[in-house]
């Protein structure tokens, strides 16, 4: 196994940081070989099966070319549920998990109405249908494929949600029913900012659900703020996340728009993150 795993951190070395390649080497060979971190430390002079061998080299080619372990893998954990991951969908992001084990740990109330937009993978909309008592979760997406393997995903881990193909920015608010709670992790990164972006997300991942033009940072934001004035019902919240650098940007859009009150959150990195927009409770909405 030593010459193995020296293959893997030799290819890589050029490529990523120490740490990274340490934890890529070991998650190649749990892949390949089913071994987890304690046996591959207590079994280093164990000969892999040549079968093994090609296949853990050819992972560490695909790495070497950039391309996104969890796609090679096709699959990631998030809220401790396993998800499919493939080229249509993004990639979850620890923020992302953060956030919304911040939303289950606050929202206790049981038989809830949640809509997800943009759901991607689906790993939002399934972790809170398989952990809200009695949540009633639609999942929204433009994306077909998306879709499709976010039903699947759903069937993996045996929850129920609605999933519905839509163009937020096009589709009336008319069509949507009424909801207690709406959540999106939306595109936010500003077309200026990809040249700071990693080459495993920047030639990989979908730039479709990942960018928005510098010169409107806060396209979809308004949008699902637009939504949520219109489709939250009493007391509901809206949960967003956001590009760390528009964090007062979108705050500020939200209590122009009535929602109050407004937090502004950091994640673990300190960076301004997510935004918890309450619809007032003496406001009741017009439909």
């Not at 740490?19 to 749990?30: A, K, P």
């Not at 893998?73 to 809220?79: A, I, P, Q, W, Y």
């Not at 809509?115 to 398989?130: E, F, R």
């Not at 759903?154 to 589709?171: G, K, P, W």
């Amino acid at each position: 196994m030593n010459e193995t795993t020296a293959y893997i951190r030799k290819s890589l070395q050029p490529l990523y940081p120490p740490e990274e390649i340490r934890s890529l080497t070991r998650r190649v060979v749990e892949y390949v070989c089913g071994l987890p971190l304690h046996e591959q430390m207590l079994r280093k002079d164990t000969q892999l099966s040549c079968v093994e061998k090609r296949r853990i080299r050819e992972v560490a080619q695909r790495l070497a070319r950039w391309e996104p372990l969890q796609y090679i893998l096709g699959e990631v954990t998030f809220g401790g549920l396993s998800f499919e991951v493939n080229p249509s969908v993004l990639i979850p992001r620890p923020e992302t998990e953060e956030w919304v084990e911040y939303l289950l740990g606050t929202e206790t109330g049981a038989g809830l109405r949640v809509l997800d937009i943009g759901t991607g993978s689906g790993c939002v909309a399934i972790t809170l249908a398989k952990r809200l008592t009695g949540a009633a979760v639609m999942a929204l997406d433009i994306s077909a494929e998306a879709l499709a393997t976010a039903r699947r995903n759903a069937q993996q881990n045996r929850v129920s949600v609605s999933f519905r193909q839509a163009d937020i920015l096009t589709e009336p608010a008319s069509s949507f029913p009424t909801f207690d709670l709406i959540v999106s992790n939306p595109p936010y990164v500003k077309d200026s900012e990809k040249a700071a972006m990693a080459r495993n997300v920047l030639d990989y991942e979908l730039h479709r659900a990942l960018f928005v033009p510098d010169g409107d940072p806060l396209l979809f934001h308004r949008r699902i703020a637009g939504l949520a004035r219109e489709k939250l019902a009493e007391n509901g919240v809206l949960y967003l996340e956001i590009n760390a650098t528009c964090g007062e940007l979108t705050a500020g859009m939200l209590r122009e728009k009535g929602f109050h009150p407004v937090k502004l959150m950091q994640d673990m990195s300190g960076k301004d993150r997510f935004v918890i927009a309450h619809i007032p409770p003496s406001e009741p909405l017009n439909r």
